[in-house]
């Protein structure tokens, strides 16, 4: 049988969760996690946004194709 292990994140997760958290703090953490990934994909837009040296011109442009 091939266990499969948690990642890091999970483990941090479930130490977390073993705790009986109230409905706000769940929602805040929830939300909080949402930024986190919502900023690293911004950023990562960024930086290809930059490499590829586009301009809000650009972006203009393909909106209105």
Same mark, same amino acid.
């Given at each position: 049988?091939? $266990? %499969?292990? @948690?990642?890091?994140?999970?483990?941090?997760?479930? =130490?977390? +969760?073993?705790?009986?958290?109230?409905?706000?703090?769940? @929602?805040?953490?929830?939300?909080?996690? $949402?930024? +986190?990934?919502? %900023? !690293? $994909?911004?950023?990562?837009?960024? !930086?290809?946004?930059?490499?590829?040296?586009?301009?809000?011109?650009?972006? =203009? =442009?393909?909106?209105?194709?």
């Amino acid at each position: 049988m091939n $266990a %499969q292990r @948690l990642s890091n994140v999970q483990l941090e997760l479930l =130490k977390l +969760y073993s705790t009986n958290l109230s409905q706000e703090d769940l @929602l805040d953490i929830k939300r909080l996690l $949402a930024r +986190y990934f919502a %900023q !690293k $994909a911004i950023d990562g837009a960024d !930086k290809i946004w930059e490499e590829k040296g586009l301009s809000n011109a650009d972006m =203009k =442009k393909w909106l209105n194709e």
